[in-house]
C-alpha cells in the first residue's frame, strides 16, 4: 500500500520537530546561560521527543478500529420504504464485489433482482477490509456509488478506484439501489 500524500506530510512535520528540538538543545547547551535553563530546555525537549516517540507520533500509529469497524458484519438491500429485501453476511471476508451477475461473471452481492437492476454495472463497486477497516470504491460503474456516512444527511458520490472507509450505520447507493452496512 502506498503511503496517503497525508501521511508523507506528517512523516516530514515529525522530522522537522525531532531536527529542531535537538538543535534547540545543542544551541541552548553552547550559550553562555544559567546551568538550570540549559538543564530545563534539555528536559522539555527530551520530554516532547520521548512523548512523540512513545505514541508513535500520528503517521506511526494504526488507527485502531472501532467498535463499529469490528461490528460491521453484514450488507442489507432495502427497499424505497426503508424494508430489509435481502442480506449478505461478509465477516471474514477480505474482498467484495458488488454488481450484477451476468455472463461475464459472477459477484458476491447481486443486485440483478433488485428494482433498478438495469442501472446496476455488471461490476459496479468494491468492499476490501484492510488494516482493521472497511473501504468501498466505485468499479467504474455506469451510473456511480455514492456514500451517506452514518449519522449524517448528506451522500457522496464516489471517484472511480478511490476508497473511501465505511463503518456500520453507511449508506451505501449503487445507482438507485440502497446497501446498509451493519
Not at 525537549?45 to 503517521?59: N, P, V
Amino acid at each position: 500500500m502506498v503511503k496517503s500524500e497525508k501521511s508523507v506530510r506528517v512523516v516530514y512535520v515529525e522530522l522537522f520537530i525531532y531536527i529542531l528540538l535537538v538543535g534547540l538543545v545543542v544551541y541552548v547547551l553552547l550559550q553562555p546561560v544559567y546551568y538550570v535553563a540549559q538543564m530545563s530546555t534539555v528536559a522539555v525537549a527530551a520530554a516532547i521527543i520521548l512523548a512523540l516517540i512513545w505514541t508513535g507520533g500520528e503517521s506511526g500509529q494504526r488507527k485502531r478500529p472501532s467498535a463499529n469497524d469490528r461490528a460491521i458484519s453484514k450488507i442489507v438491500l432495502l427497499d424505497d420504504d426503508g424494508e430489509r429485501v435481502k442480506e449478505w453476511l461478509i465477516q471474514g471476508e477480505t474482498s467484495i464485489l458488488i454488481g450484477r451477475t451476468s455472463e461475464q461473471g459472477e459477484v458476491d452481492i447481486d443486485l440483478r433482482d433488485c428494482e433498478y437492476a438495469l442501472l446496476v454495472s455488471p461490476e459496479h463497486a468494491v468492499l476490501n477490509y484492510a488494516d482493521g477497516q472497511w473501504y468501498i470504491e466505485d468499479a467504474e460503474s455506469y451510473s456511480g456509488t455514492g456514500i451517506r456516512q452514518a449519522g449524517r444527511s448528506d451522500a457522496n458520490r464516489l471517484i472511480a478506484e478511490e476508497p473511501v472507509r465505511v463503518g456500520a450505520g453507511d449508506m451505501i447507493f449503487i445507482a438507485n439501489t440502497r446497501l446498509l452496512v451493519k
